[in-house]
């Protein structure tokens, strides 16, 4: 569903992980390596720190994101989002 619709990238890193995130206009699901935000982090406060770029430039709900995240723990992950669509988020408006 996605392959064919034009989205904005970005690449975040934390200590050891590496993410690769896709914002395209949505409806604000996010999906991580294929699961479900809620699915792949347990923790609220991991899905806080995900979804704090949303929350700063008033866009929550307006994108769904779909990224690819390996090497490194749970909060290094989800630090590597962040950094990842913070960066997608500039090329979306800087």
């Known amino acids: 569903m996605y392959d064919t ?3 904005f990238y970005g690449t975040g890193r ?5 993410a690769r995130v896709r914002v395209y206009q949505g409806t604000g ?11 792949y982090f347990g923790l609220d406060t991991l899905k806080l720190i995900v979804r704090q770029p949303l929350a700063l430039t008033e866009t929550e709900g307006k994108f769904d994101i779909v990224c690819t995240v390996a090497g490194g723990g ?3 992950q989800a630090g590597a989002i962040r950094h990842g669509l913070s ?4 090329k979306y408006d800087p």
């Open 14 to 18: 934390r200590k050891s992980s590496v």
């Open 87 to 90: 960066r997608a988020l500039l």
């Open 74 to 76: 749970v909060t290094g």
């Open 29 to 39: 699901v996010v999906t991580i390596n294929g699961r479900s935000i809620d699915d």
């Open 5 to 7: 619709k034009p989205y």
